[in-house]
């Protein structure tokens, strides 16, 4: 016998003792219908002398000692109080005939705690035990064993059933910790991505506009080089407020907001700069990502364009968004790289695509679907 149970999908589980385990009130409750073993007792209270009655209750408290133990243990343990019970319900029989009514809670332990072939084995002893005891001590009437096999029979089949709830609430909780897990990993990739793409932008403006200051500082246009150092102490406090709320996953600005932030960024970097949007309404997720999505690509634009013109889109049709970012650069041996390939992955997390195209120019496009707003009541086709 094992202490693993195998289920059907190959996977192994120690089953815990019924006492650690939420079905234990009902295992504990169920010692209620034992007071059957008093009834034969009561019945013929005048044929028992008190040596005889002080053995009937020495049984019975020894079947509630063996019963505590088998809700305790499990594994091989358990094999032992499952066989004492029997033991203990045969024997006892010469006694009194009411240990009928102690065999099927042996038959219970069986069922829940051991694998199906061993339990059935379990279960013919103790049939054998029933009928031995029977035909041992003259008691091989309806009143024995009609009680005794029916009472065993179906507690070793709930027993059964109880085992399989029990493989149940294990798997669902296996399940539920790997999609915690899941989330948490997801969680983690989504933080590095957004720190990869807030922070590659931002550093980047910061890098360039130092490199101005600096330029302006040697030209000895020391107004021009204070303000670009003024801009960028101010790039830096709005990069560490974009990050606190990249961790919380909340957005500093909307869609429109983020990308005239960009917009007026590249102006100032001197890019003759279009910008055009005609979307509302969509969903937050979509409009996180396209914020994070324009942050990588301008970065790109703003450390690799040669070019002067910058064009962004945004807009709706037929259940999808479109971003299109365009500049008149020039790419030369253009590789992708941990930044479009991070872009990328977030577009196919939304079912969308990507593409990439250098004639006449580099031009970035993104189609996202999205479903579409149902209003309250109104049911989707």
């Known amino acids: 016998m094992t202490e693993q149970l195998e ?65 305790l243990l499990t594994g091989k343990a358990v094999v032992f109080p499952i066989i004492g019970i029997i033991v203990l319900s045969a024997v006892g029989a010469t006694v009194n005939p009411g240990t009928n009514a102690l065999f099927g809670y042996a038959a219970f332990f069986s069922g829940y705690y051991f694998l199906r072939k061993y339990a059935v084995m379990l279960l013919l002893i103790n049939l054998a035990a029933q009928i031995a005891s029977a035909l041992m001590f003259d008691l091989l009437n309806p009143y024995y064993l009609g009680p005794s096999l029916a009472c065993t029979l179906s507690l070793f089949v709930y027993g059964i059933f109880s085992q399989k709830e029990y ?50 500082a040697d030209r000895q246009q020391f107004d021009a080089a204070k303000k670009e150092m003024s801009d960028v102490a101010e790039l830096a406090r709005q990069t560490l407020s974009e990050v606190r709320f990249a961790v919380t996953g909340l957005k500093q600005r909307g869609l429109s907001g983020s990308l005239e932030k960009l917009t007026n960024e590249l102006k100032n970097m001197e890019f003759e700069t279009k910008f055009y949007m005609d979307v509302k309404n969509l969903p937050s997720m979509i409009e996180s990502t396209l914020i994070m999505l324009s942050k990588e690509w301008i970065t790109n634009i703003l450390r690799h364009s040669k070019g002067n013109s910058v064009s962004i889109s945004v807009t709706a049709e037929s259940n999808n968004v479109k971003l299109n970012i365009g500049d008149n650069g020039k790419a030369i041996n253009m590789k ?17 695509t990507l593409s990439i195209n250098h004639d006449n120019g580099v031009k970035l496009k993104v189609v996202i679907p999205f479903p579409p707003i149902v209003e309250e009541g109104e049911v989707p086709a």
């Open 336 to 352: 992708p790289g941990n930044g479009i390939e991070g872009m990328r992955s977030r577009v196919a997390e939304l079912g969308g």
């Open 167 to 216: 493989f149940h609430v294990c798997l669902q909780f296996k399940k539920n910790q790997q999609i915690k897990q899941l989330a948490s990993i997801a969680e983690r990739e989504r933080i590095a991505r957004d720190m990869h793409d807030l922070l590659g932008h931002s550093l980047s403006s910061l890098a360039l506009k130092s490199e101005l200051a600096e330029k302006f």
């Open 7 to 71: 289920l059907p999908d190959n996977k192994s589980f120690s089953i815990d003792p019924i006492a650690n385990t939420g079905a234990a009130k009902w295992c504990y409750f169920s010692l209620v219908f034992s007071v059957f073993y008093f009834f034969n007792l009561i019945a013929n209270f005048d044929l028992y002398t008190n040596n005889q009655l002080m053995v009937a209750f020495a049984i019975y408290a020894s079947f509630i000692v063996l019963y505590f133990k088998a809700t």
